[in-house]
């Protein structure tokens, strides 16, 4: 059997700043691969290039040198109507805040990108309430964020990302603004959707026990990637 296509390929990444005279290397010929149901973790300290490397896989920035591809598809080069496109139908993004619409429930907050993406409203909402519910938020489904703790919050936004069933789900320390335990509740509910979902994840953490439980751990280090 053939082994399956990765969910994400990055090839020769390279990404440099410019403060005054100085250029600073942040990546440097960075490659990697994540392929369809594995939960990679990507750790390194603070300024190490961690989010740099999640917006170039996220399609978000574009690097200096190197070449990115989603499920397959190219995407140098690409319109940003065509990158908009792979970003709405094959990723999803969890961040440290939840960025939740205050005005919204959370079962609208999961809602809204599949009408986005041109669900009707009772699809949308039996699918929401399916992520949140296994999310462990079936009681809560009608309150505001306001009212809902930081993990909860967060579990909403994994439900979110989660909502148009991506191919690989991108998150820059999604446990990051969380107690020790919340933490842990936060991790093993996103770890345990995306293996049910077949989900690839790519989880950039300071967490290193809770990198340690995934896949596959690498170290973002003065611009190289590294086995952790």
Do not use: C, W
């Amino acid at each position: 059997m053939n082994k399956p296509a990765p969910v994400l390929s990055l090839a020769g990444i390279e990404r440099h700043f410019r403060q005054g005279p100085r250029v600073i290397e942040v990546l440097r010929g960075i490659d990697l691969t994540v392929d369809p149901g594995e939960m990679v973790g990507l750790i390194g300290p603070s300024g190490a290039g961690k989010s740099t490397l999640l917006h170039i896989a996220g399609l978000l920035e574009t690097p200096d040198a190197g070449t990115v591809a989603i499920d397959g598809t190219a995407a140098d080069g690409l319109p940003d109507t065509a990158r908009t496109g792979i970003r709405r139908e094959k990723l999803g993004f969890v961040y440290q805040f939840h960025h939740l619409l205050a005005e919204f429930t959370a079962l609208e907050n999961v809602i809204l990108p599949q009408m986005i993406a041109g669900k009707t409203r009772r699809d949308a909402a039996v699918r929401a309430e399916d992520l949140l519910s296994r999310l462990g938020l079936a009681e809560r489904l009608t309150h505001f964020p306001n009212a809902l703790s930081g993990g909860e919050q967060q579990r909403v936004a994994i439900a979110r990302a989660l909502a148009n069933a991506p191919l690989l789900l991108l998150t820059d320390e999604p446990t990051g603004n969380l107690d020790e335990a919340t933490s842990d509740r936060v991790f093993d509910a996103l770890r345990q959707i995306a293996q049910e979902e077949g989900v690839a994840a790519l989880v950039a953490t300071h967490n290193s026990d809770l990198a340690a439980r995934m896949d596959r751990r690498l170290v973002l280090h003065e611009g190289h990637l590294q086995a952790g």
